[in-house]
């Protein structure tokens, strides 16, 4: 009898997604720590939503119609379709409806929370991300607008970015309505392909985007993306109107003079700037890094933005009768902290294990009394946890890097000292148990 041959799961990781290694979320959580002292500063409420929302409710607003599933991961539930969420704004919105009555308008929340995208991923592009936003809910005024603003560039100033490493782009989706009447385009579906055609331009350059615009794009892989089909009198004018440098829509004017009152001097106004997504009703904004990024290769890439944001006064009155403008930003922490660890060292000081060696296992209340003492003085310490003689074991602490071990043997019980080997220098000393925790202080 042949016997059947077992198959063993993957270990790869499907496309699109990473493991994230400690000196990366250490540096995230560093980030995430300044992102909340500034959201608390400015005034802003903390919130957090499921990660599953009814299709129904974010499907509308779906960010990549072309791609399976249109955007989005779903499954269905009973007799209704869930679909993780792809954003924090449409999820907002669902809740601001929910409770509209007892909301304070306007409602000023930041969220932190992982998204996910049925797309094809690219470099720093995944399909699994976490996002911060930041959003007023309830007001026209566009002090809102000019504040998200403000409140991002503090942010990236915060964890060590200068006034020269970034910009914040803006312009208006009423600027864009108004090319639209321009090019004589009133078809919905041909609007939303060309404004997520323009939305790449930053990505991909205007060279591949004006595929897009046109007939369709094949990227590298053979993925072919249909175009909005737009004859090329339309793009030229696009192209030409692209080009322009001042501001003719009043939101955008009566922003920049907002900015004037704070001082904000970190923004330019481009058109290009267009927001792929179709809620947005007026002023739009883009930030993007002015330093150069490299893949994991180590070969520079076009990066493109790490956020943006705009105004959207009609999203929360799909869910009904309510009469709520809103205006926020969304900034992908992940690329984020993907670009920041390229241009600052953080030093974030990585805390690692003192550990005590284990020389007889009959002894483990002797090892457990030095322990004891070690934590008390709130000193990482622990056990060896594995198997083995004390080569192995100092072969543990030098891998997981830890700065010392302590070597509590027979000879060292009978004289009530304990060895403290510092790995680094490779000294050794004699050290009574009760100054233990102030010796392994000097050498942190």
Do not use: H
């Amino acid at each position: 009898m042949v016997k059947e041959k077992k198959l063993k799961p993957s270990k790869e990781l499907p496309l699109g997604f990473i493991d994230r290694q400690e000196q990366e979320l250490l540096t995230r959580d560093f980030i995430i720590s300044n992102i909340k002292e500034v959201m608390i500063k400015y005034g802003f409420q903390y919130l957090e939503t499921p990660s599953f929302e009814y299709t129904d409710s974010i499907g509308k607003f779906l960010p990549d119609k072309e791609r399976p599933d249109e955007g989005v991961f779903s499954f269905r539930d009973e007799k209704k379709w869930l679909s993780l969420r792809y954003d924090l704004t449409a999820p907002l919105a669902r809740y601001v409806a929910k409770n509209y009555l007892e909301l304070p308008r306007p409602f000023k929340r930041y969220q932190l929370g992982t998204v996910w995208r049925n797309e094809k991923p690219g470099p720093g592009r995944y399909r699994e991300f976490l996002q911060f936003d930041a959003d007023y809910v309830g007001t026209n005024n566009l002090q809102a607008d000019a504040e998200l603003c403000v409140l991002i560039s503090e942010i990236l100033e915060r964890c060590g970015l200068d006034k020269a490493d970034y910009t914040v782009k803006i312009s208006s989706r009423k600027f864009t309505d108004k090319l639209f009447e321009k090019l004589k385009i009133k078809s919905k579906d041909q609007i939303s392909t060309t404004l997520r055609a323009l939305d790449k331009i930053d990505r991909l350059g205007w060279g591949e985007a004006k595929k897009l615009l046109g007939e369709g794009r094949k990227d590298k892989s053979g993925d072919y993306t249909k175009g909005a089909n737009l004859k090329s009198g339309q793009v030229k004018i696009i192209e030409n109107t692209l080009k322009s440098k001042t501001p003719d829509s009043e939101d955008v004017l009566e922003i920049v003079e907002i900015f004037q009152d704070y001082n904000f001097k970190n923004f330019k106004f481009d058109p290009s700037v267009i927001r792929g997504l179709e809620y947005y009703t007026g002023p739009i904004f883009e930030v993007n890094l002015n330093f150069e990024v490299k893949n994991l290769k180590g070969q520079a890439i076009q990066f493109g933005s790490i956020g943006g944001g705009g105004r959207y006064d009609n999203l929360v009155s799909n869910f009904g009768n309510f009469d709520c403008p809103a205006t926020g930003i969304s900034i992908g922490l992940d690329r984020l902290v993907f670009a920041l660890m390229q241009k600052k060292d953080f030093k974030i000081k990585t805390v690692r294990p003192i550990v005590i060696c284990v020389f007889d296992k009959s002894k483990n209340k002797e090892y457990v009394g030095i322990l004891n003492k070690l934590r008390i003085s709130n000193i990482s310490s622990e056990i060896y946890p594995g198997e083995g003689k004390l080569k192995k074991q100092m072969e543990y602490a030098n891998k997981i890097g830890s700065p010392a071990v302590i070597l509590y043997g027979d000879d060292e019980i009978k004289s009530g000292k304990a060895t403290l080997k510092n790995l680094e220098t490779g000294n050794e000393s004699s050290v009574k148990i009760e100054d233990l925790a102030n010796e392994i202080k000097k050498l942190l």
